[in-house]
């Protein structure tokens, strides 16, 4: 990790031109995205979220989440997760769905588009959310003109609309009434065997606020946190106001003050993500400035 950051600070400043070196490493992102204007959405972001959070922690209401936890062939959830991609516009004929460690999309070109997603077998909603946020990449990317490829009318405007497409499809579709009004029959097929539950019954278990220590499976209150907390770290690492040493105990002091959780070992904190190890710093941040 020490060697990334030390190549990653050499980029910055030679990128930096008369800037600090974490905004020119958010512009290669997100391109005129800035510390100034990122620091007061996140500072508004967690004023907001971190009590909210807490208060439904200490609040001792449990939802019952029964009906999206049971025993969930992983192979029928695959199924399920691709017929709904499609169902939803995803172009299987050029792209395709396959399982790894860590959930992403990948556009060679608008004829190439590659998913990948992960699963619980006592739980289908990190693998079905995971397609559906997955997707929605993948169909911005399908959606690209082909004629302009290679050009910048052909290339992603920037991460924060490609993550508003993500989110939209995770969070505002996906978790809707009326999504699982239609899915629901689906589902059913899939796991033939799982009790059967109607809308009403699988709603509260699509919105609970959960405060974890995985980015990827957090919750729509508790993901913005987990975004806010690489964006602290990843200003003090390029500011001289963190060292690599101090890193992981940062992390776990950062997480329990935003979320009230300690990750039990560093595979479950400051190592989760894929996006540090391949020295993707600045890439967070811009990603959700559709948030």
Same mark, same amino acid.
């Given at each position: 990790?020490?060697?990334?950051?030390?190549?990653?600070?050499?980029?910055?400043?030679?990128?930096?031109?008369?800037?600090?070196?974490?905004?020119?490493?958010?512009?290669?992102?997100?391109?005129?995205?800035?510390?100034?204007?990122?620091?007061?959405?996140?500072?508004?972001?967690?004023?907001?979220?971190?009590?909210?959070?807490?208060?439904?922690?200490?609040?001792?209401?449990?939802?019952?989440?029964?009906?999206?936890?049971?025993?969930?062939?992983?192979?029928?959830?695959?199924?399920?997760?691709?017929?709904?991609?499609?169902?939803?516009?995803?172009?299987?004929?050029?792209?395709?769905?396959?399982?790894?460690?860590?959930?992403?999309?990948?556009?060679?070109? !608008? +004829?190439?588009? $590659?998913?990948? /997603?992960?699963?619980?077998?006592?739980? @289908? #909603?990190? =693998?079905?959310?995971?397609?559906? *946020?997955?997707?929605?990449?993948?169909?911005?990317?399908?959606?690209?003109?082909?004629?302009?490829?290679?050009?910048?009318?052909?290339?992603?405007?920037?991460?924060?609309?490609?993550?508003?497409?993500?989110?939209?499809?995770?969070?505002? !579709? +996906?978790?809707? $009434?009326?999504? /699982?009004?239609?899915?629901?029959?689906? @589902? #059913?097929? =899939?796991?033939?065997?799982?009790? *059967?539950?109607?809308?009403?019954?699988?709603?509260?278990?699509?919105?609970?606020?959960?405060?974890?220590?995985?980015?990827?499976?957090?919750?729509?209150?508790?993901?913005?946190?987990?975004?806010?907390?690489?964006?602290?770290?990843?200003?003090?690492?390029?500011?001289?106001?963190?060292?690599?040493?101090?890193?992981?105990?940062?992390?776990?002091?950062?997480?329990?003050?935003?979320?009230?959780?300690?990750?039990?070992?560093?595979?479950?904190?400051?190592?989760?993500?894929?996006?540090?190890?391949?020295?993707?710093?600045?890439?967070?941040?811009?990603?959700?400035?559709?948030?």
């Amino acid at each position: 990790m020490a060697r990334i950051i030390d190549l990653v600070g050499q980029k910055a400043d030679a990128l930096a031109d008369g800037r600090s070196r974490y905004d020119a490493l958010l512009d290669l992102y997100e391109p005129g995205s800035v510390e100034a204007e990122l620091t007061p959405l996140f500072d508004g972001l967690r004023a907001e979220l971190a009590p909210l959070v807490k208060a439904a922690a200490d609040s001792g209401v449990v939802v019952d989440e029964s009906p999206a936890q049971g025993d969930f062939d992983p192979g029928a959830q695959c199924i399920l997760g691709q017929a709904t991609a499609k169902a939803m516009g995803f172009d299987f004929e050029s792209g395709r769905l396959d399982q790894a460690a860590h959930p992403f999309c990948t556009g060679f070109d !608008v +004829g190439d588009v $590659r998913l990948t /997603w992960r699963f619980q077998s006592d739980d @289908f #909603r990190p =693998a079905l959310f995971g397609i559906l *946020h997955e997707m929605g990449h993948g169909l911005y990317e399908q959606g690209l003109p082909a004629d302009w490829q290679g050009t910048p009318v052909g290339s992603p405007a920037g991460l924060g609309v490609h993550e508003s497409q993500s989110r939209l499809w995770e969070n505002l !579709v +996906g978790r809707s $009434r009326s999504f /699982w009004e239609w899915l629901i029959p689906q @589902f #059913r097929t =899939a796991f033939p065997d799982h009790p *059967h539950f109607g809308v009403d019954a699988i709603y509260p278990a699509l919105h609970t606020i959960q405060p974890s220590l995985i980015r990827v499976e957090a919750d729509e209150a508790t993901y913005n946190l987990h975004v806010s907390a690489r964006y602290e770290l990843e200003r003090k690492l390029f500011s001289g106001g963190l060292t690599v040493d101090e890193l992981p105990e940062a992390w776990d002091m950062t997480y329990q003050q935003m979320l009230g959780v300690h990750a039990p070992s560093a595979a479950d904190g400051v190592l989760q993500d894929i996006h540090w190890a391949m020295g993707a710093f600045g890439y967070f941040p811009t990603s959700h400035r559709a948030i």
